[in-house]
């Protein structure tokens, strides 16, 4: 069974934005497999609840390979109910109703992992929401890779949300997503397309 291990304020501008802080560890929530949604030729993102604020955040996902090591990267959406996460917040709940519903974890194509920077990029109607260098993560891959082993042990397959940068915002019925990853070279290798119903 894969692990979906999810890293929170991992961009000190996120951070910012959502009125956090950012950790000296990081810190991760799980979501289950039940939430994986393959966009990479195209899907349909059934939103929780319409009466709900939800939002997309936008990361790199890493995959895991037998070695525990980074083997292959894809751009991802963790689609957020923002309403139910803030109430979980709160009251002293776990997030899960808030992070882990079906749809909520949305993959773009699995590509050949490669040391470096990556670009990422997500457009919502045609206008770009967010958009930056990985190299702007707090916490680097290495980083995080290394805590989860500490802490909790990894398996291969494990997939690894690793952040959302600044630019959050709601995603309504009728829209449509994309959103890519652009290797070290500059090169857009993974793409996802996703409308919203």
């Not at 260098?133 to 990894?154: A, D, F, I, N, W």
Request: hydrophobic fraction near 40%; glycine fraction near 10%; include cysteine.
């Amino acid at each position: 069974m894969t692990a979906i291990w999810c890293v929170f304020r991992n961009y000190a501008a996120h951070a910012i934005e959502i009125g956090g802080d950012v950790t000296g560890v990081p810190r991760f929530f799980l979501k289950p497999a039940s939430s994986l949604l393959d966009a990479s030729n195209g899907a349909i993102i059934q939103l929780p609840d319409q009466n709900d604020l939800v939002q997309h955040e936008l990361e790199m996902v890493v995959r895991l390979g037998t070695t525990l090591e980074s083997e292959a990267v894809c751009v991802g959406i963790d689609v957020t109910n923002r309403t139910r996460q803030m109430r979980a917040k709160r009251k002293g709940w776990p997030w899960l109703e808030g992070k882990g519903f079906p749809d909520s974890a949305v993959l773009g194509n699995w590509v050949p992992w490669q040391d470096g920077d990556y670009q990422i990029a997500l457009v919502v109607d045609g206008v770009t929401r967010q958009e930056c260098s990985t190299s702007e993560m707090v916490h680097p891959v290495e980083s995080l890779l290394e805590t989860l082993q500490s802490y909790y042990g990894l398996s291969p397959g494990d997939l690894i949300f690793t952040g959302t940068p600044e630019g959050v915002g709601a995603l309504e019925p009728g829209q449509s997503v994309e959103a890519t990853l652009s290797n070290p070279k500059g090169k857009v290798c993974s793409e996802l397309h996703a409308t919203i119903r």
